[in-house]
């Protein structure tokens, strides 16, 4: 960047200084250093930006009211939970008005996304400065609400002729039995 009078000049864009003289728009770039220095005109760093997570900091190194955010990711945490048993809350629903049964694997499936809620209510709660909850509140734990899925393929063949008779593995290491 460079300024001439305190005022800025941006590159490829013509200025005029202020005894009348007019450049055009190429000069800055085709100029040297010592006809810009005959005119005054002074090359100063560019500002840099810092970037921050508008989300906890204010601004760069000032960080939002730790007990606030907790309450406010808490409830993010209590409104999404409440969105997924609602898909179910119709089984519920039905049981209570004619004792017709709810299926074990939608029982199953409510205690799992309320068990998650509980475990991310409790790492909100546990954080002791902004920098942790950004952190945990980014990851990954944050974000899933399905446990863990471990693949499972028997009998697979590859192009190379070699035939996978199972794959097993999820989060960590991966085993492949040839």
């Known amino acids: 960047m460079y300024t ?17 003289r007019q450049f055009p728009r190429n000069w800055l770039r085709l100029s040297t250093q010592a006809e810009r220095d005959a ?8 500002v840099t ?3 921050y997570d508008q989300r906890f900091y204010w601004s760069p190194e000032n960080p939002k009211d730790l007990d ?23 089984y519920i629903v ?21 068990a998650f809620s509980n475990e991310k209510e ?5 954080c002791v400065d902004v920098d942790a909850l950004a952190a945990y509140v980014t990851g990954a734990d944050f974000n899933r609400w399905e446990p863990p899925t471990e693949p499972v393929v028997d009998g697979t063949a590859t192009d190379a002729g070699i035939a996978v008779t199972s ?4 989060f960590g290491e991966d085993t492949i039995t040839l």
């Open 39 to 46: 005119l005054g005109i002074v090359e100063t760093p560019d």
């Open 94 to 114: 039905r049981q209570a008005e004619n004792s017709a049964g709810v299926p074990a694997d939608v029982l199953a499936r409510r205690s799992e996304i309320r």
């Open 4 to 20: 001439l009078n305190e005022k800025t000049l941006r590159l490829d864009k013509a200025f005029t200084t202020e005894d009348g």
């Open 122 to 126: 409790v790492a909100i709660d546990a």
């Open 167 to 170: 794959v097993s593995g999820g």
């Open 68 to 90: 606030q955010l907790k309450e406010t990711w808490t409830a993010q945490v209590k409104q999404t939970a409440g969105s997924l048993l609602a898909q179910t809350d119709w």
């Open 49 to 51: 930006f810092v970037n």
